[in-house]
Every structure is written in structure tokens, then in C-alpha cells.
Nanobody, 123 residues
């Protein structure tokens, strides 16, 4: 059974930094691309970033490019999201998701999500 558990959220001032982690279990972690997505209050799910199975290719939404960095440690079955220069509009619940693919060359498709980690950014 696939389990994805996000940690590291919290309250931070605008301009500050946070690092989220997602611990994965129940599947061959190193064989799949992983994703971070977020949902602001009253809004839909927004894609933030993807990383391929090997960790050498990444993609970012324009809204976070240059401020966020996704990475993974396949030995630890964990994917990370380093967030810097946080803005109030970055606030929301951040979810990690498992892709159905190993690479980033296909339309984005995911089959499992964690329960999320709350990020609050004060102005």
C-alpha cells in the first residue's frame, strides 16, 4: 500500500525559508517521478514541481521558479522541497504525489497523494 507522508510545514515570515520532506513507502520509490503540489484556501490544486525518478531532471511552475528546489534521496525514499524567499501567495497545504511515470516527458499524471503539510506565510 502506497504511503506518502509530508512533514516540515509551519509558519514563516515573508522572505523566509522552509524545507518540506515527503517520506514514501509501499512502492519502488526510485522507479517513479515525484511531484509537489499545493492548494491555497478556496482554490484548486496547483502543480508546483516535478522530479524524475533518477533525480537529474526537474520542472517548476513559473510562480516558484528560482525560489523553490525539488530534490530526492532514493536511498531514503524521500523527496524534498526547499522553499526560499517565501511570499504570502505561497501559503497553502502542500502535497507530495507519486507520478505514474518515471520521467517528465509525458503529460502529468499522478495516482497517489499524501495528506499534506500546511505552510503559512505571514506578511
Amino acid at each position: 500500500q502506497v504511503h506518502l507522508v509530508e512533514t516540515g510545514g509551519g509558519l514563516v515570515q515573508a522572505g523566509g525559508s522552509l524545507t518540506l520532506a515527503c517520506a514514501a513507502s509501499g512502492f519502488a520509490f526510485s522507479a517513479y517521478a515525484m511531484s509537489w503540489q499545493r492548494q491555497a484556501p478556496g482554490k484548486g490544486l496547483e502543480w508546483v514541481s516535478d522530479i524524475n525518478s533518477g533525480g537529474d531532471k526537474t520542472e517548476y511552475a513559473d510562480s516558484v521558479k528560482g525560489r523553490f528546489a525539488i530534490s530526492r534521496d532514493n536511498a531514503k525514499n524521500t523527496v524534498y522541497l526547499q522553499m526560499t524567499n517565501l511570499k504570502p501567495e505561497d501559503a497553502g497545504v502542500y502535497y507530495c504525489a507519486k507520478s505514474v511515470y518515471s520521467g517528465l516527458d509525458y503529460d502529468r499524471e499522478y495516482d497517489h497523494w499524501g495528506r499534506g503539510s500546511q505552510v503559512t506565510v505571514s506578511s
